[in-house]
């Protein structure tokens, strides 16, 4: 049935934030309340998990546009309920919903199907959720347990969340220095090649006068 189909579907993108190390929150609706409070809240969610979150905005969401960011791995889509993207296969990343980023970035919460998928992201920001509805919605961000590991169900490989940090006493360490640029040095496509600014420049050289309908280089135009 076609409720089955989107509801493997659903969970499939869950399972391929779960996978992601980059995410892009796309905030497409800045004139919604409570769209700076679920920033927020899915900065913590990234946070906990371990994964690093570039906040985007690009007006209307389109292919073209998303298609720029080559280097994130899933996006969620922060707008109103009637901007939902249901069908992201035209993408060339995975186009998530709120209620997915929860689900897959906040421990306290699972969902299989058994509750109602909820596409206002406001039921997840504190002060706007309706106490009687989407009782599976808390406040709280969960903690990731200390074995920091588990195993995707699309790759089938073990993924990493979150490893806790083990402070040593009575030991010597070297630091080891990160820059931001290294992760930009290892992209495939880098940009225009700014390379032409070393060579020389060129002499400046008289064009041909006249109009397109007949230069006076032409034979017919000579006198």
């Known amino acids: 049935p076609q409720s089955w189909r989107q509801l493997r579907k659903r969970l499939f993108l869950v399972e391929k934030l779960r996978d992601a190390t980059t995410v892009g929150l796309v905030v497409g609706s800045v004139g919604v309340r409570g769209h700076v409070e679920a920033v ?38 922060l707008s109103c309920p009637f901007g939902i993207i249901l069908d992201s296969s035209d993408f060339f990343r995975p186009v998530l919903s709120m209620f997915e980023a929860e689900i897959a970035l906040n421990p306290s919460k699972t969902w299989f199907g058994d509750g109602r998928w909820c596409a206002d992201f406001g039921q997840f920001v504190n002060g706007l959720r309706s ?4 009782s599976h919605v808390g406040d709280s961000v969960g903690v990731h347990q ?53 060579d020389e420049s060129t002499k400046l050289e008289e064009g041909r006068l ?14």
């Open 210 to 223: 006249g109009t397109a309908l007949g230069y006076d280089t032409e034979p017919a135009n000579k006198t």
């Open 40 to 77: 927020q809240r899915v900065r913590e969610m990234c946070k906990a998990a371990g994964k690093r979150l570039y906040v985007i905005s690009v007006g209307k969401v389109n292919v073209p546009k998303l298609s720029n960011f080559a280097d994130i791995d899933v996006f969620v889509l």
């Open 131 to 134: 106490p009687q509805k989407h």
């Open 146 to 198: 200390d074995d920091g590991a588990d195993v995707s169900l699309v790759t089938g490989r073990i993924r990493a969340m979150n490893l806790p940090e083990v402070e040593k006493t009575g030991e010597t360490g070297q630091m080891v220095p990160y820059d931001a640029g290294d992760y930009f040095k290892n992209s495939s496509w880098r940009g225009l090649d700014d390379s032409i600014r070393l």
